[in-house]
C-alpha cells in the first residue's frame, strides 16, 4: 500500500461502489504497510499481523517493521492493537490461516530477531499459533523437510488439511511446490501429483477455496537461477482437494457437486460442501416433523382420554339417578294401594 490518508478501503459488492470507512481508533502507523496477511472470523474480527513499511521494489531487510497484532472489528469499526511478547519474534511474507477451533496459524515468511537484525526465512519446523479466543500465542513443533519460503500462499480445506502453494527461497524457487499439512496430527506431507495442467513455479500469487478447489491466480514465476527482469503469470490454474490433481476447467457447482468440462462429476462418491449443508437442513426439518407428529397424536390420545373419562362419568351419575328415581316411583304406587 502507497496511501498516505488511509489503510483501509470498503467495497460495496451490491451497489459496486468504493468507500474509505471511518475507523474508530486506528492506528495511524499502519498507513502504507505491506507484506501481511489477514484473516476474518465469524464474528467480524480481522487479524493482521506484523507487516513492513518497505516501498515497492526495495528490500524486505530496508523496511521498518512492526512487533504487534491489528484487531479491526467490522462491526463496530473500531481498531485495537496488541503488543506481542518478547517470545514472539515479527513475520512478513507469511501465511495465515484460521482453523475452525479459533486458531490462526502462521506458517514461513520472513523474521528476524531484533529489529535491527537481518532477516531470515521462518523454520517450517515451527508453526506460530495466535489463540483468537484466549489473545495468546504459542508454538506447534511438526516434523518437516519442506524447505522454507516467503510468498506463498495457503487454503483450509474442509477435512482439516492446510495446502501450501509456491513461495521462494528470498527470490529463488523452492521445493516442493505444494505441500500439506494435516492441522489434527501437525505432520508435513508431499503428496505425489501428476503435473498436467500444473502452474510453473509461483510466488507473490493468490489462492482461493471454492467448494473443493484451490484456485491459483497469477503471480511471478521463479527459477532455480534468478532471471531479472521478473516474468509474470496471467494464468488461472485449478487444483482439486480431493483428487489431488490439477483440472483445466469445471462447471459451475450445480447443487453443491463440482463437474469437470465433459459434464461428469469430479466429486463422485463424496458429498461436496453444499450437499452436506442441505442433508442437514433436510434432517432438522424431519426431526421437527417428526416431533410435531408425535405431539399431535399425544395431543389426540390425551384428549380421547378425557373424553372417555368424562363420558364414563356421566354415564354413572345418569344410572344413580336413574335407580333413585325408580326406587321412589315404586314406593308411592305402593303407598296408593294401601290407602
Known amino acids: 500500500?502507497?496511501?498516505?490518508?488511509?489503510?483501509?478501503?470498503?467495497?460495496?459488492?451490491?451497489?459496486?461502489?468504493?468507500?474509505?470507512?471511518?475507523?474508530?481508533?486506528?492506528?495511524?502507523?499502519?498507513?502504507?504497510?505491506?507484506?501481511?496477511?489477514?484473516?476474518?472470523?465469524?464474528?467480524?474480527k480481522t487479524y493482521i499481523f506484523c507487516g513492513t513499511d518497505t516501498k515497492t521494489g526495495t528490500s524486505t531487510a530496508n523496511g521498518n517493521w512492526f512487533y504487534?497484532?491489528?484487531?479491526?472489528?467490522?462491526?463496530?469499526?473500531?481498531?485495537?492493537?496488541?503488543?506481542?511478547?518478547?517470545?514472539?519474534?515479527?513475520?512478513v511474507d507469511y501465511t495465515a490461516t484460521?482453523?475452525?477451533?479459533?486458531?490462526?496459524?502462521?506458517?514461513?515468511?520472513?523474521?528476524?530477531?531484533?529489529?535491527?537484525?537481518?532477516?531470515?526465512?521462518?523454520?517450517?519446523?515451527?508453526?506460530?499459533?495466535?489463540?483468537?479466543?484466549?489473545?495468546?500465542?504459542?508454538?506447534?513443533?511438526?516434523?518437516s523437510t519442506i524447505q522454507s519460503r516467503n510468498g506463498h500462499s495457503a487454503v483450509l480445506t474442509k477435512d482439516g488439511n492446510t495446502i501450501i502453494f509456491g513461495?521462494?527461497?528470498?527470490?529463488?524457487?523452492?521445493?516442493?511446490?505444494?505441500?500439506?499439512?494435516?492441522?489434527?496430527?501437525?505432520?508435513?506431507?508431499?503428496?505425489?501429483?501428476?503435473?498436467?495442467?500444473?502452474?510453473?513455479?509461483?510466488?507473490?500469487?493468490?489462492?482461493?477455496?471454492?467448494?473443493?478447489?484451490?484456485?491459483?491466480?497469477?503471480?511471478?514465476?521463479?527459477?532455480?537461477?534468478?532471471?531479472?527482469?521478473?516474468?509474470?503469470?496471467?494464468?488461472?490454474?485449478?487444483?482439486?482437494?480431493?483428487t489431488y490433481s490439477w483440472v483445466s476447467s469445471f462447471d459451475k457447482v450445480s447443487q453443491g457437486t463440482p463437474t469437470n468440462k465433459s459434464g461428469t462429476s469430479t466429486n463422485q462418491g463424496d458429498s461436496s460442501t453444499d450437499n452436506g449443508n442441505n442433508s442437514t437442513y433436510k434432517i432438522i426439518l424431519y426431526v421437527v416433523i417428526g416431533i410435531g407428529c408425535i405431539a399431535f397424536l399425544f395431543g389426540l390420545v390425551m384428549c380421547y382420554k378425557k373424553y372417555y373419562k368424562n363420558r364414563k362419568n356421566v354415564e354413572k351419575n345418569l344410572m344413580s339417578e336413574g335407580l333413585y328415581n325408580s326406587d321412589l316411583h315404586d314406593k308411592e304406587r305402593y303407598s296408593n294401594r294401601v290407602m
Open 98 to 143: 484460521l482453523l475452525p477451533t479459533g486458531l490462526i496459524i502462521y506458517i514461513g515468511g520472513h523474521t528476524k530477531l531484533t529489529a535491527s537484525s537481518v532477516s531470515t526465512q521462518a523454520n517450517f519446523n515451527d508453526v506460530l499459533i495466535f489463540d483468537t479466543k484466549s489473545l495468546s500465542w504459542s508454538t506447534k513443533t511438526t516434523s
Open 1 to 44: 500500500m502507497t496511501s498516505t490518508s488511509t489503510a483501509v478501503y470498503k467495497f460495496d459488492t451490491i451497489n459496486l461502489q468504493w468507500i474509505i470507512p471511518i475507523i474508530n481508533g486506528f492506528n495511524n502507523s499502519f498507513i502504507s504497510r505491506n507484506e501481511i496477511n489477514a484473516v476474518i472470523d465469524s464474528k467480524g
Open 167 to 242: 513461495g521462494a527461497s528470498d527470490t529463488a524457487q523452492v521445493y516442493p511446490d505444494l505441500a500439506v499439512l494435516n492441522t489434527n496430527t501437525w505432520i508435513w506431507s508431499v503428496p505425489n501429483i501428476s503435473t498436467v495442467n500444473a502452474p510453473p513455479s509461483l510466488v507473490r500469487h493468490t489462492a482461493n477455496l471454492y467448494n473443493i478447489y484451490m484456485i491459483i491466480a497469477f503471480g511471478r514465476k521463479t527459477s532455480q537461477t534468478v532471471v531479472k527482469p521478473y516474468v509474470y503469470s496471467n494464468n488461472i490454474y485449478i487444483f482439486n482437494t480431493e
Open 68 to 91: 504487534e497484532m491489528s484487531l479491526f472489528d467490522v462491526s463496530s469499526m473500531t481498531w485495537s492493537t496488541l503488543p506481542l511478547p518478547t517470545e514472539v519474534l515479527p513475520r
